[in-house]
């Protein structure tokens, strides 16, 4: 399992998390997250069809 | 007092940035409460109940960020809504000034950093799952940090990773430590030979630390408190210890969770003899037999679970540890204490922001003082019928989701308010004997818990004071003197408010013991197992 190697990390959702992993030196990017399709699941999964994921 | 809010369309904070901002709203002068929160349906009943739900916000969409403000003047409200505008302004502006790039997506920011292993998850618990399988399917791993992930999602999520050999730590996982990086809670550790795999987070951090302080950690590898249930079965354990032992850097590794059934247990238990590396097993409050008869060596506690690992990677016998410091010492302080006590004084309260500690620490304390009520009882008939009232020995997981989740607030190891209230309201007791902590350090946690905490501690001994009694606090701090908020340090603000502090929490839950039964356990302690 390549697990155990120097981690490389997305960060996605609290920004506080990023900031803890710079401060450690970690490499890391962040996603600044928002609730997809105004937080409506139904709609998210009808989105997630038509992307094809 | 007048109630002023305002609301901003679409503009989606995390609760983790919001919750600092109302921290800091509300210690404004002038302020009675204040909040900045997403508009939900959840955090809406919160404002309702707070008396702070606003016609505006009730019209609100989840989406939106809503600023809310209970001040002693109309004019004072505006001012400190300005000054929540100006905070949020600030930290956009302090990421444009440090040139960070930021992505909307997980698959851009997959795209800008293509050798990306781990992804770190930390949005709310009904979007996690959602997160977590786009991860996958990029070939990363996963960290999931949110709880109130379903458990089918968990499932299906665990079996999508094995089936890509990509591990999911988590949901609800708190802590992980790969090569020196700490993820989601973490202590700054010592590199060293010592691999874990944990269920629970403080369980990992506070055998992590003690490590620490010996031969060093590889890697903390998080699986989430759930993993072991029969419905998962326990995916991501069995992936972490083999991940351990394909590991070079790991030599011996210790494995912690809360007892699993018989089923899953033996599905463990037979993986990790095939490890071929030397292993300790701390199923904290279970029955150590299934353990040696699988040939591998069990741990009643954390701070055993750490100690026999250090012993065994050294090649030596391990050896039970009771006290670290000088045992006429922890005699004579135990005595100061408890000879100050009226005889009402019988019970041991036990507010804890770590749920393991807990658990730990009334596992240490039964056999020394009888019966422990909790919210997160040793046994069922034991659970506390209200968890904000405690009856003769109480321990409280305030980490539990009745004090976080229900009512909207953050974590204990973030936010000491309740904590704070809870010390205050058992030191008005007259039968509490002696109050005991936790304080959990690293990053993550609060930036001065020891400073918070503090001045509370020395007004519960006051209240106490005016009322006859002398009230014994016994504390014990995870952390190590690398972490942000400095180990010694934070110990010393303790003991400066005249908390007796331990070197680990098994040790200090014996002090309690020891205090609440004016001495009278020191041969059992002596003696035991625990």
Known sequence: MRLLRKPKIINVGAKFFYDNLKAQGADAVHVDWKPPAGGDREMMKLLDKLKGF | ?530
């Open chain 2, 1 to 530: 007092m007048v109630t002023k809010s305002r609301v901003y369309k679409g503009e989606y904070r995390d609760s983790i940035f919001l919750m600092r901002i109302s921290q800091q709203l509300g210690g404004l002068a002038g302020v009675h409460q204040a909040s900045a929160i997403m508009a939900t349906d959840a955090n809406k009943e919160l404002l309702k109940d707070a008396g702070m739900l606003t016609d505006e916000i009730a019209r609100a969409d989840p989406n939106d960020l809503a600023i809310v403000v209970d001040c002693v003047t109309s004019e004072r409200a505006e001012e400190v809504i300005s000054k929540a505008i100006d905070m949020m302004a600030e930290a956009v502006r302090e990421r444009a000034e440090k040139a960070e790039a930021v992505y909307k997506t997980l698959t851009s920011a997959a795209k800008a950093m293509p050798d990306s292993n781990i992804v770190l998850i930390s949005v709310p618990g009904k979007f996690a799952a959602r997160e977590a399988e786009r991860a996958l399917e990029l070939g990363k791993h996963v960290m999931i940090f949110s709880d109130g992930v379903p458990l089918e999602d968990e499932v299906l999520l665990k079996r999508l990773g094995r089936e890509k050999g990509l591990l999911v730590m988590g949901p609800d996982c708190g802590t992980s430590i790969i090569n020196g990086i700490g993820l989601g809670f973490a202590n700054v550790v010592k590199r060293g030979p010592i691999g874990v795999v944990a269920a629970s987070g403080t369980g990992s951090q506070a055998v992590s630390l003690l490590i620490s302080a010996g031969p060093g950690i590889s890697q903390v590898i998080g699986t989430g408190g759930r993993d072991l249930h029969d419905e998962v079965g326990g995916i991501t354990m069995l992936m972490g210890l083999q991940a351990l032992a394909d590991d070079p850097e790991t030599k011996t590794i210790v494995l912690v969770s809360k007892p699993p059934s018989p089923t899953v247990a033996k599905r463990i238990l037979e993986a990790a003899s095939q490890v071929g590396k030397p292993m300790v097993i701390c199923f904290l409050g279970g029955d150590p037999k299934v353990i040696e008869e699988a040939g591998l060596i069990p741990a009643a506690t954390l701070e055993d679970a750490a100690a026999k690992a250090i012993a065994l990677h050294r090649g030596e016998k391990p050896k039970r540890m009771v006290f670290s410091n000088d045992l006429d010492e922890v005699k004579r302080t135990a005595e100061k204490e408890y000879t100050k006590l009226t005889a009402g004084q019988r019970y041991i309260r036990g507010i804890y922001s770590g749920g393991t500690f807990c658990s730990e620490a009334m596992i240490i304390v039964r056999d020394l003082v009888g019966d422990v009520h909790s919210n997160i009882p040793l046994k069922p008939e034991l659970k506390l019928e209200d968890s904000n009232k405690s009856k003769a020995h109480s321990f409280v997981d305030m980490g539990e989701d009745e004090f976080t989740a229900e009512i909207g607030k953050p974590h204990p190891m973030i936010y000491h308010e309740l904590r704070q209230k809870r010390i205050l309201a058992e030191a008005s007791d007259p039968e509490t004997a002696v109050i005991l902590l936790d304080v959990v350090l690293g990053y993550g946690a609060h930036e001065d818990p020891g400073g918070a905490l503090a001045p509370t501690i020395l007004e519960a001994k006051k209240i106490a004071e005016r009322d006859g009694r002398y009230l014994p606090v016994v504390a014990s701090v995870c952390g190590t003197p690398e972490d942000p908020q400095n180990l010694i340090s934070q110990e010393e603000k303790l003991k400066s408010a005249g908390v007796i502090v331990m070197p680990s929490n098994a040790q200090a839950a014996r002090m309690a013991a020891l205090i609440a039964v004016r001495g009278k356990a020191w041969e059992k302690i002596m003696e035991g197992n625990l």
